[in-house]
Antibody
Framework: EVQLVQSGAEVKKPGESLKISCKGS????????IGWVRQMPGKGLEWMGI????????RYSPSFQGQVTISADKSISTAYLQWSSLKASDTAMYYC??????????????WGQGTLVTVSS | QTVVTQEPSLTVSPGGTVTLTCASS?????????PNWFQQKPGQAPRALIY???NKHSWTPARFSGSLLGGKAALTLSGVQPEDEAEYYC??????????FGGGTKLTVL
Protein backbone atom coordinates (compact mmCIF):
# COMPACT_ATOMS: atom_id res chain seq x y z
CA GLU A 1 0.00 0.00 0.00
CA VAL A 2 1.41 3.36 -1.03
CA GLN A 3 1.63 5.81 1.84
CA LEU A 4 3.09 9.23 2.44
CA VAL A 5 3.36 9.92 6.15
CA GLN A 6 4.23 13.42 7.25
CA SER A 7 5.77 14.63 10.49
CA GLY A 8 3.63 16.12 13.22
CA ALA A 9 2.36 19.61 13.84
CA GLU A 10 4.87 22.29 14.75
CA VAL A 11 4.61 25.52 16.72
CA LYS A 12 7.51 27.90 16.19
CA LYS A 13 8.50 31.49 16.78
CA PRO A 14 9.37 33.96 14.02
CA GLY A 15 12.99 33.67 13.02
CA GLU A 16 13.31 30.03 14.01
CA SER A 17 14.27 27.28 11.58
CA LEU A 18 12.19 24.22 10.77
CA LYS A 19 12.40 21.04 8.74
CA ILE A 20 9.31 18.90 8.15
CA SER A 21 9.30 15.48 6.58
CA CYS A 22 7.35 13.18 4.29
CA LYS A 23 8.15 9.47 4.40
CA GLY A 24 7.14 7.29 1.48
CA SER A 25 6.43 3.59 1.72
CA UNK A 26 4.91 0.86 -0.40
CA UNK A 27 6.63 1.89 -3.61
CA UNK A 28 10.04 2.65 -5.11
CA UNK A 29 10.77 6.04 -3.53
CA UNK A 30 13.46 6.94 -6.05
CA UNK A 31 11.19 6.45 -9.06
CA UNK A 32 8.59 9.13 -8.33
CA UNK A 33 8.68 12.87 -7.79
CA ILE A 34 7.55 14.32 -4.45
CA GLY A 35 5.89 17.73 -4.50
CA TRP A 36 5.08 20.15 -1.69
CA VAL A 37 1.88 22.18 -1.45
CA ARG A 38 0.94 24.99 0.91
CA GLN A 39 -2.55 25.75 2.14
CA MET A 40 -2.89 28.86 4.24
CA PRO A 41 -5.83 29.02 6.68
CA GLY A 42 -9.10 29.19 4.76
CA LYS A 43 -7.32 29.46 1.41
CA GLY A 44 -6.61 27.35 -1.65
CA LEU A 45 -3.75 25.08 -2.61
CA GLU A 46 -0.43 26.60 -3.72
CA TRP A 47 2.31 24.75 -5.55
CA MET A 48 5.70 25.15 -3.85
CA GLY A 49 8.10 22.84 -5.62
CA ILE A 50 9.11 19.29 -6.35
CA UNK A 51 12.02 16.90 -6.04
CA UNK A 52 12.99 13.68 -7.77
CA UNK A 53 14.66 11.61 -5.04
CA UNK A 54 16.41 9.42 -7.61
CA UNK A 55 18.85 12.19 -8.51
CA UNK A 56 17.72 15.08 -6.24
CA UNK A 57 16.60 17.15 -9.23
CA UNK A 58 14.65 19.96 -7.54
CA ARG A 59 12.37 22.60 -9.05
CA TYR A 60 10.77 25.52 -7.20
CA SER A 61 7.75 27.65 -7.94
CA PRO A 62 8.96 31.22 -8.52
CA SER A 63 6.84 32.28 -5.54
CA PHE A 64 8.80 30.02 -3.19
CA GLN A 65 12.28 30.09 -4.72
CA GLY A 66 14.69 31.24 -2.02
CA GLN A 67 12.05 31.02 0.69
CA VAL A 68 12.23 27.28 1.35
CA THR A 69 14.52 24.35 0.64
CA ILE A 70 13.31 20.99 -0.62
CA SER A 71 15.52 17.94 -0.16
CA ALA A 72 15.34 14.18 0.08
CA ASP A 73 17.20 11.31 1.71
CA LYS A 74 16.59 8.29 -0.47
CA SER A 75 18.29 5.97 2.03
CA ILE A 76 15.29 6.47 4.35
CA SER A 77 12.66 7.25 1.67
CA THR A 78 12.01 10.69 3.09
CA ALA A 79 11.53 14.11 1.54
CA TYR A 80 11.91 17.35 3.44
CA LEU A 81 10.73 20.93 3.37
CA GLN A 82 12.72 23.40 5.40
CA TRP A 83 12.85 27.04 6.40
CA SER A 84 15.87 28.87 7.75
CA SER A 85 13.94 31.76 9.26
CA LEU A 86 10.19 31.40 9.69
CA LYS A 87 7.71 34.24 9.39
CA ALA A 88 4.19 34.50 10.73
CA SER A 89 3.00 34.30 7.13
CA ASP A 90 4.42 30.76 6.90
CA THR A 91 1.57 29.60 9.13
CA ALA A 92 -0.21 27.01 7.01
CA MET A 93 -0.89 23.36 6.37
CA TYR A 94 1.77 21.76 4.20
CA TYR A 95 1.13 18.66 2.11
CA CYS A 96 3.43 16.37 0.20
CA UNK A 97 2.14 14.61 -2.90
CA UNK A 98 3.60 11.90 -5.14
CA UNK A 99 3.92 12.50 -8.85
CA UNK A 100 4.19 9.79 -11.48
CA UNK A 101 5.46 11.35 -14.69
CA UNK A 102 6.35 10.26 -18.18
CA UNK A 103 6.27 12.03 -21.51
CA UNK A 104 2.64 11.08 -21.98
CA UNK A 105 1.14 11.67 -18.55
CA UNK A 106 1.53 13.43 -15.24
CA UNK A 107 -0.27 11.84 -12.36
CA UNK A 108 -0.44 13.27 -8.85
CA UNK A 109 -1.92 10.38 -6.95
CA UNK A 110 -1.05 9.96 -3.27
CA TRP A 111 -1.05 12.73 -0.71
CA GLY A 112 0.37 12.96 2.78
CA GLN A 113 -1.95 13.77 5.67
CA GLY A 114 -0.52 17.26 6.03
CA THR A 115 1.69 19.02 8.58
CA LEU A 116 0.31 22.09 10.33
CA VAL A 117 2.95 24.74 10.92
CA THR A 118 2.07 27.59 13.25
CA VAL A 119 4.44 30.53 13.57
CA SER A 120 3.61 32.89 16.38
CA SER A 121 5.48 35.00 18.89
CA GLN B 1 2.66 35.37 -13.48
CA THR B 2 0.51 32.51 -14.68
CA VAL B 3 -3.03 32.38 -13.31
CA VAL B 4 -5.33 29.37 -13.41
CA THR B 5 -8.99 30.28 -13.04
CA GLN B 6 -11.87 28.18 -11.75
CA GLU B 7 -15.46 29.09 -10.93
CA PRO B 8 -15.42 30.24 -7.28
CA SER B 9 -18.64 28.42 -6.48
CA LEU B 10 -21.30 26.26 -8.08
CA THR B 11 -24.53 24.76 -6.80
CA VAL B 12 -26.11 21.55 -8.05
CA SER B 13 -29.12 19.50 -7.03
CA PRO B 14 -28.71 15.89 -5.95
CA GLY B 15 -28.82 13.64 -9.00
CA GLY B 16 -27.97 16.50 -11.30
CA THR B 17 -24.98 17.14 -13.53
CA VAL B 18 -22.43 19.91 -13.15
CA THR B 19 -19.26 20.87 -15.03
CA LEU B 20 -16.36 22.65 -13.38
CA THR B 21 -13.79 24.33 -15.61
CA CYS B 22 -10.14 25.30 -15.39
CA ALA B 23 -8.70 28.05 -17.58
CA SER B 24 -5.14 29.23 -18.09
CA SER B 25 -4.07 32.84 -18.47
CA UNK B 26 -1.58 31.67 -21.11
CA UNK B 27 -4.30 30.53 -23.51
CA UNK B 28 -6.16 27.36 -24.35
CA UNK B 29 -5.59 24.38 -22.09
CA UNK B 30 -4.47 21.33 -24.04
CA UNK B 31 -3.57 17.79 -23.08
CA UNK B 32 0.04 18.95 -22.76
CA UNK B 33 -0.94 20.78 -19.58
CA UNK B 34 -1.73 17.34 -18.08
CA PRO B 35 -4.74 18.62 -16.11
CA ASN B 36 -5.18 16.97 -12.73
CA TRP B 37 -8.26 17.35 -10.54
CA PHE B 38 -8.52 17.00 -6.77
CA GLN B 39 -11.32 16.98 -4.23
CA GLN B 40 -10.88 18.40 -0.76
CA LYS B 41 -13.38 18.19 2.06
CA PRO B 42 -13.09 20.32 5.20
CA GLY B 43 -10.34 19.15 7.52
CA GLN B 44 -9.05 16.57 5.07
CA ALA B 45 -6.10 16.29 2.72
CA PRO B 46 -6.85 16.63 -0.98
CA ARG B 47 -7.78 13.47 -2.81
CA ALA B 48 -6.84 12.82 -6.43
CA LEU B 49 -9.71 12.31 -8.87
CA ILE B 50 -8.46 12.73 -12.44
CA TYR B 51 -5.02 12.88 -14.04
CA UNK B 52 -3.78 13.89 -17.48
CA UNK B 53 -7.12 15.33 -18.59
CA UNK B 54 -9.40 12.30 -18.37
CA ASN B 55 -7.74 9.37 -16.61
CA LYS B 56 -9.38 8.11 -13.43
CA HIS B 57 -7.69 6.60 -10.42
CA SER B 58 -8.82 3.22 -9.21
CA TRP B 59 -10.74 4.92 -6.40
CA THR B 60 -12.43 7.59 -8.52
CA PRO B 61 -16.22 7.12 -8.66
CA ALA B 62 -17.57 6.53 -12.16
CA ARG B 63 -19.73 9.67 -11.97
CA PHE B 64 -16.59 11.84 -12.23
CA SER B 65 -15.11 12.46 -15.66
CA GLY B 66 -12.48 14.79 -17.10
CA SER B 67 -12.20 16.40 -20.52
CA LEU B 68 -11.15 19.45 -22.50
CA LEU B 69 -13.98 21.83 -23.26
CA GLY B 70 -13.79 25.11 -25.15
CA GLY B 71 -10.10 25.66 -24.42
CA LYS B 72 -10.41 24.70 -20.76
CA ALA B 73 -9.97 21.59 -18.71
CA ALA B 74 -13.27 20.35 -17.36
CA LEU B 75 -14.47 18.08 -14.58
CA THR B 76 -18.02 16.77 -14.95
CA LEU B 77 -20.02 15.15 -12.18
CA SER B 78 -23.04 13.19 -13.39
CA GLY B 79 -25.61 12.02 -10.89
CA VAL B 80 -24.25 14.18 -8.09
CA GLN B 81 -24.39 12.74 -4.58
CA PRO B 82 -24.59 14.70 -1.31
CA GLU B 83 -21.09 13.49 -0.43
CA ASP B 84 -19.72 15.29 -3.50
CA GLU B 85 -20.09 18.60 -1.69
CA ALA B 86 -16.47 19.76 -1.44
CA GLU B 87 -13.83 22.08 -2.84
CA TYR B 88 -12.38 21.04 -6.19
CA TYR B 89 -8.98 22.09 -7.49
CA CYS B 90 -7.35 21.72 -10.86
CA UNK B 91 -3.60 21.63 -11.39
CA UNK B 92 -1.90 22.48 -14.69
CA UNK B 93 1.66 21.74 -15.85
CA UNK B 94 3.75 24.50 -17.42
CA UNK B 95 6.98 22.64 -18.09
CA UNK B 96 10.14 22.17 -16.06
CA UNK B 97 8.06 20.45 -13.34
CA UNK B 98 6.31 23.81 -12.85
CA UNK B 99 2.71 23.45 -11.76
CA UNK B 100 -0.03 25.94 -10.93
CA PHE B 101 -3.23 25.27 -8.99
CA GLY B 102 -6.51 26.89 -9.78
CA GLY B 103 -8.19 28.90 -7.06
CA GLY B 104 -10.68 26.12 -6.38
CA THR B 105 -14.43 25.68 -6.88
CA LYS B 106 -16.68 25.26 -3.89
CA LEU B 107 -19.40 22.83 -4.94
CA THR B 108 -22.62 22.93 -2.98
CA VAL B 109 -25.15 20.11 -3.32
CA LEU B 110 -28.57 21.51 -2.51
Amino acid sequence: EVQLVQSGAEVKKPGESLKISCKGSGYSFTSYWIGWVRQMPGKGLEWMGIIYPGDSDTRYSPSFQGQVTISADKSISTAYLQWSSLKASDTAMYYCVRRDYSGSYSNFDYWGQGTLVTVSS
Amino acid sequence: QTVVTQEPSLTVSPGGTVTLTCASSTGAVTSGYYPNWFQQKPGQAPRALIYSTSNKHSWTPARFSGSLLGGKAALTLSGVQPEDEAEYYCLLYYGGAQQVFGGGTKLTVL
